[in-house]
């Protein structure tokens, strides 16, 4: 069992930045791959970002490429997202999570059926 509890959340006007965290504990966290999604009000769970268990590999949706990064610290149990250049349309609750696949292929997200979800926290972007 992994248990992930995610902080960093809030308000922040469009155009600022965020640096959301995700403690993991329980099995090593250095076996798996870790990853941020997110659900906006009336939709579905999207793919944000995947870094794999090394931290050596890197993914991220369309839609915040460029603006978000991903990191981990292995030694620490953590994994992080660096939010920058906020939208409104940003806002959603944001989920951590862990998997031990991490896909290099193209086919899909780099995290697909993940088996370890946080409770999440919630980022508004005002305009």
């Known amino acids: 069992q992994v248990r992930l509890v995610e902080s960093g959340g809030g308000l922040v006007q469009a155009g600022g930045s965020l640096r959301l965290s995700c403690a993991a504990s329980?099995?090593?966290?250095?076996?798996?791959?870790m990853g941020w999604f997110r659900q906006a009000p009336g939709k579905e769970r999207e793919f944000v970002s995947a870094?794999?268990?090394?931290?050596?590999?890197?993914g991220y949706a369309d839609s915040v490429k460029g603006r978000f990064t991903i990191s981990r610290d292995n030694a620490q149990n953590m994994v992080h997202l660096q939010m920058n250049s906020l939208k409104p349309e940003d806002t959603a609750v944001y989920y951590c999570?862990?998997?031990?696949?991490?896909?290099?292929?193209?086919?899909?997200?780099?995290?697909?059926?993940?088996?370890?979800w946080g409770k999440g926290t919630l980022v508004t972007v005002s305009s």
């Open positions: 329980g099995r090593t966290f250095s076996n798996y791959a």
């Open positions: 999570a862990a998997d031990s696949m991490y896909y290099y292929d193209n086919y899909g997200p780099p995290l697909r059926g993940v088996r370890y």
């Open positions: 870094i794999d268990w090394s931290g050596s590999t890197t």
